[in-house]
């Protein structure tokens, strides 16, 4: 399987992830030398690219997946799951404008 093979070329995203908020407190401690840190900094350039590309491909898999029946693309946000009991009742009668008095 191609992914497999990927996969052990470039960490998951989560480990890259990981590591970078490791090397951004080792970074931030200050108590590396000099050429120490500008490895660190550029692993952290390569990782930050990573993960900004999976991002963005996540994103694009969302849209794929948020298209309409007739193909047009409905851009949904990214949001954190609701508590349904915060969520105002469907109105029975269609009318979308909300009653605000």
């Known amino acids: 399987m191609a992914t497999g093979r990927k996969a052990s070329r470039t960490p998951a995203f989560e480990q890259a992830l990981a590591r970078l908020e490791a ?7 200050g108590d590396l030398p000099l050429e120490e840190s500008l490895r660190l900094f550029e ?5 930050t690219r990573q993960c900004a590309g999976r991002l963005e491909e996540a994103q694009r898999k969302i849209e794929v997946l948020t298209r309409g029946a007739q193909g047009d693309l409905r851009t949904v946000p990214m949001r954190e799951p609701e508590d349904p009991s915060d969520e ?7 009318d979308e404008t909300p009653d605000r008095s």
Do not use: N, R
């Not at 090397?23 to 401690?29: A, C, F, G």
């Open 43 to 47: 692993e952290g350039v390569s990782l």
């Open 23 to 29: 090397i951004v407190k080792d970074l931030e401690d």
């Open 88 to 94: 105002e009742p469907e109105d029975p009668s269609g």
